[in-house]
């Protein structure tokens, strides 16, 4: 743990993301568009404001701006377009397919974040690149069947199609 938390950004970072993973796995599994859905997934969207900006002030891995800073930086995109969609939806024909790609990749991140947090340190450090790819591909397939099964794409695929969202038979 002496590793992992190495001063008050890396406790604050952890902190959030902790119950960003939380949030965020309550809004995949749970029903859409319910004032439940909005309350923990403002949580979420809040938990990873301060996970990706206090990403910024973490350098201990390459001493310098690196592949986990862009990955920051995707990231902040991948919630912007979610959250900002809602707040737009007044204005935006298909409002909802864009913030459920956006959230959903958001989460997705997040997910692949951690699984490569909690096993690139388990290899020598000669094996890092070959780790976090393997382990990010591996997140993303697993995510993906996970974020599809329990979204309205695979459940009411005609509702899906009326909302102008694609339908993968």
């Known amino acids: 743990m002496d590793e992992l ?7 604050i970072h952890v902190g959030a993301a902790i119950v960003a993973l939380a949030t965020g796995t309550f809004v995949i599994m749970k029903p859409k568009g319910t004032a439940r859905h909005q309350q923990v997934g403002y949580v979420y969207v809040v938990s990873m404001m301060v996970v990706l900006t206090t990403a910024f002030g973490i ?10 800073h862009w990955g920051a930086v995707f990231s902040w995109l991948a919630l912007i377009g979610g959250i900002g ?32 947090e909690a096993t690139y340190r388990l290899f020598p450090a000669r094996f890092f690149w ?20 329990y979204s309205s794409l695979s459940r009411q695929p005609a509702e899906a199609a009326d909302r102008g969202w694609p339908v993968m038979d």
């Open 5 to 11: 938390i190495q001063s008050p950004v890396s406790l």
């Open 59 to 68: 350098y201990r891995l390459f001493g310098r701006f690196g592949i986990v």
């Open 85 to 116: 969609t809602v707040w737009l939806r007044a204005h935006l024909r298909n409002w909802l397919l864009w913030h459920y790609l956006g959230m959903s990749l958001s989460v997705m991140g997040l997910y692949t974040t951690f699984v490569v």
């Open 130 to 149: 070959w780790t976090t790819l393997g382990t990010s591909l591996v997140s993303f397939a697993v995510g993906s069947l996970l974020i599809y099964n």
